[in-house]
């Protein structure tokens, strides 16, 4: 137990920026050694803008399986694997998360909390970490384990709930007072304490090496806790001067990740099932099929009433009268405000019978 505590004495990550893209590597009880990197900005604005719920769903779902595999006598590097494959996904969709849930599957392993990652946001929260901290570590009684999954979730919304208050003021509150959202982040340091405290631009660096199996040496930035690195890689999001956008599916802030054209986050909005990104290409697709058989059919009436009026079967007036109304409904069968088969219909009647 007293390396264990040694253990998190150790600072939680290093990390470097390169060309736009944020690097760190750590070492974790359940690995020996990892190195992560994405695009700088991305992963800290998609962890503000979450969907509330998916942190504590996920932390429901690692207990379920730790106490199915439990009971079931499972050895521990069974369980270990168990519940590192159920958040494998998550890695991809968000870095911030991914590294509160393996902290979180380290305590169900062990018993220890990492206290660069979980710190109560109460009085009571502490004192529930404090006594479960105080119990034997091999045998922390499975309701303490359960119990904690509420103090746990507490403890990322409150992350999460100032990071996202950070990005607010950096980009919305006082939009026309002249100043980048550097020189407010700057002002804000400069004259609140309170701020300064979490968000302050102080940090140490050393040099290492890029990662565990690299030999090349780069200037790392010590993060001391999992707040160091949010705010680590804020200062460095603004520094980078990064636009953002706003996504078009669920309205919040992104950072594209790769095509700069995006118009979708890569978020799984709140109470659905897909990310933006997916759901945007579904209702693309279906835009499109909605479009072509609206534009086919209005053009094919064209050109066989133009002909008519060509032939002089019809009058100029009355094939002008006809386009001024079709063109309208087709606007609204294109908006989704007319179904197709009714557009598609009035074309045909009007189109056809004379
Ligand atoms: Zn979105």
């Not at 494959?85 to 991914?98: A, D, L, S």
Request: proline share 2%; charged share 35%; net charge neutral.
């Amino acid at each position: 137990m007293g390396q264990q505590k040694d253990f998190f004495k150790q600072p939680y990550a290093y990390a470097f920026t390169e060309k736009g893209w944020f690097c760190f590597r750590m070492e974790g009880k359940l690995f020996d050694s990892l190195a992560l990197e994405s695009v700088t900005g991305a992963d800290l604005v998609n962890f503000a803008f979450l969907d509330a719920e998916l942190f504590s769903r996920c932390l429901t779902e690692l207990f379920t399986i730790w106490s199915i595999a439990k009971a079931r006598g499972k050895s521990d590097d069974f369980i270990a694997d168990a519940l590192v494959q159920h958040v494998e996904g998550i890695v991809k969709r968000n870095t911030y998360v991914f590294l509160f849930l393996l902290s979180y599957i380290e305590f169900l392993l062990d018993g220890e909390i990492d206290p660069r990652v979980f710190r109560g946001t109460s009085r009571a929260d502490n004192l529930r970490i404090r006594e479960a901290a105080g119990e034997r570590t091999d045998d922390v009684p499975e309701t303490t384990k359960s119990g904690l999954i509420d103090v746990f979730s507490r403890c990322y919304e409150d992350k999460r709930a100032r990071t996202e208050k950070v990005l607010k003021v950096m980009w919305e509150e006082n939009a026309d007072d002249g100043r980048t959202p550097l020189e407010r982040y700057y002002r804000l340091e400069q004259e609140d304490e309170a701020f300064r405290k979490h968000w302050g631009s102080r940090f140490t660096s050393e040099l290492g090496t890029r990662n565990a199996r690299s030999a090349e040496v780069v200037q790392l930035t010590v993060l001391e806790t999992i707040d160091d690195m949010l705010r680590f890689e804020m200062l460095h999001f603004l520094t980078e001067g990064k636009s953002y956008k706003f996504c078009k599916n669920c309205g919040k802030p992104f950072i594209p990740r790769g095509r700069s054209d995006a118009v979708y986050c890569d978020r799984v909005a709140d109470g659905e099932e897909k990310t933006c990104k997916q759901i945007g290409a579904y209702r693309a697709e279906k835009e499109k099929t909605a479009t072509v058989p609206a534009w086919k059919v209005y053009r094919q009436a064209y050109q066989r009433l133009n002909k008519r009026v060509e032939l002089g079967y019809m009058e100029e007036s009355a094939f002008t009268d006809w386009n001024r109304e079709a063109t309208e409904k087709r606007g609204r069968c294109l908006r989704g405000e007319l179904p197709y088969e009714d557009f598609a219909d009035w074309i045909n009647r009007t189109s056809r019978q004379r």
